[in-house]
């Protein structure tokens, strides 16, 4: 007799916990909160470049950018950091129109250490400038090509765990050495981190709040299969990106039945987005759940002028009011306008202050709701075989495109 099936049994909270605890062991991105960081101080300080060029892409370089985002204009540092992720000839020119190459330190990231896009514009890079120990440094696996290619030009190298994967990589080098050269303070992002790490892990506040909030974006998938993060700050742009990332590549997998999961993560911007995606999430299919971000304290004085606009006077109600004070009001309008609806699945996260233990700790708190939501789904968070096909048929098109130029006469082969 053959059999199959697609039930999956209802685990219990403390299975969950009870893997988690065990995955820990081998996934690398748990421990992370616990590394020193002096490796990175030391190299941080030494760098007398203003111009801190991040070459990467992907998982390389989400993470750093939601949290360079968040803090930029909260923080007078020294150095400004570029990010050159993206295969767009427009976009690389436009760049680097606006880099001082000569003043310039340039991060190359990469994993695996052959990423096509990231060593074409290294490529370019390298025709415009030369790269060397001076003023380039790499961030790679161990073993790579990459690495290999670093240590043969005595360039500095800079560690990724093998156990650590791309997307889960911010609070390794990826992230914490640009952060640190910047002058954003990585231990206290580390503090966030461990916060949040304790309290999962001694079961306190986080624990129950994350395991409550996976078990039900699990239990109603197929009713909810779309999870929005709505974020009252444009400093939080950076990190809805990187959570799309994070959710989408590890979330959207087959699982041990041979079924097809996934939960599709959408990111916007209150009150930007709030004259528009809201409408589809009062009025549309209710397919969607909720996180509404704001931030307590912007650390920001900017009034509301009272300018007197001839025609307008009826809105003179909103005259020297806080645009920090309008932008919370306008986030908890849109709270009780989803209350009074009672249909919508929505919870609300409020970070304390525009500061490095509060970007960090979120960040670090969607970390581990994407193991807990992976584990209760019965996927591996950890790979993304969706992914490799394409890269696979990229190259080959690639050789075959080299191939055909060969045939039609290259200069550089004949």
Not at 166 to 191: M, Q, T
Not at 373 to 402: H, R
Request: net charge negative.
């Amino acid at each position: 007799m053959k059999y199959h099936n697609n039930f999956n049994p209802i685990i219990s909270d403390e299975d969950i916990f009870n893997e988690i605890v065990k995955e820990k062991e081998d996934i690398g991105y748990y421990n992370l909160v616990h590394q020193d960081t002096t490796a990175f101080k030391d190299y941080a300080s030494s760098i007398k470049q203003t111009n801190i060029v991040i070459i990467g892409i992907g998982g390389s370089t989400l993470g750093t950018y939601a949290i360079y985002k968040f803090l930029k204009y909260s923080k007078t540092l020294s150095k400004q950091l570029y990010f050159l992720e993206t295969t767009d000839p427009i976009d690389i020119k436009s760049k680097i129109n606006s880099i001082d190459l000569e003043d310039a330190l340039f991060i190359v990231i990469s994993k695996s250490g052959t990423t096509i896009e990231t060593i074409s514009i290294f490529k370019y890079i390298n025709s415009l400038i030369k790269c060397d120990k001076n003023n380039t440094v790499v961030i790679t696996e161990s073993d790579s090509k990459l690495n290999k290619y670093a240590k043969v030009n005595k360039i500095k190298t800079f560690e990724i765990p093998k156990n650590v994967g791309g997307r889960f990589s911010v609070f390794s080098a990826v992230g914490l050495l640009p952060l640190a050269i910047i002058g954003i303070d990585i231990d206290k992002i580390l503090e966030g981190t461990k916060e949040v790490y304790d309290s999962f892990f001694e079961k306190k506040e986080s624990y129950f709040r994350l395991i409550n909030k996976a078990k039900f974006f699990v239990e109603y998938k197929n009713n909810f299969n779309i999870n929005v993060v709505f974020s009252y700050s444009s400093r939080l742009e950076g990190f809805n990106k990187w959570y799309m990332q994070l959710w989408g590549e590890s979330l959207g997998k087959i699982d041990i039945n041979h079924t097809r999961q996934g939960l599709t993560p959408i990111g916007i911007i209150g009150p930007i987005d709030q004259h528009s995606f809201l409408q589809l999430i009062v009025e549309g299919r209710r397919d969607k759940t909720l996180t509404i971000i704001k931030v307590d304290n912007f650390a920001s004085d900017l009034n509301i002028p009272h300018v007197r606009l001839e025609g307008l006077e009826e809105l003179d109600y909103i005259d020297t009011r806080k645009f920090s004070d309008l932008i919370n009001m306008q986030a908890d309008s849109t709270i009780e306008s989803l209350s009074n609806l009672n249909d919508i699945p929505y919870d609300i996260i409020i970070i304390d202050a525009v500061n490095e233990k509060s970007i960090s700790s979120l960040m670090y708190e969607y970390e581990l709701l994407t193991s807990v939501v992976a584990k209760f789904l019965y996927i591996n968070a950890y790979d993304q075989p969706g992914v490799e096909a394409g890269k696979v048929i990229l190259k080959t098109k690639l050789k075959n495109y080299s191939k055909a130029d060969n045939v039609n006469g290259d200069p550089e082969e004949s």
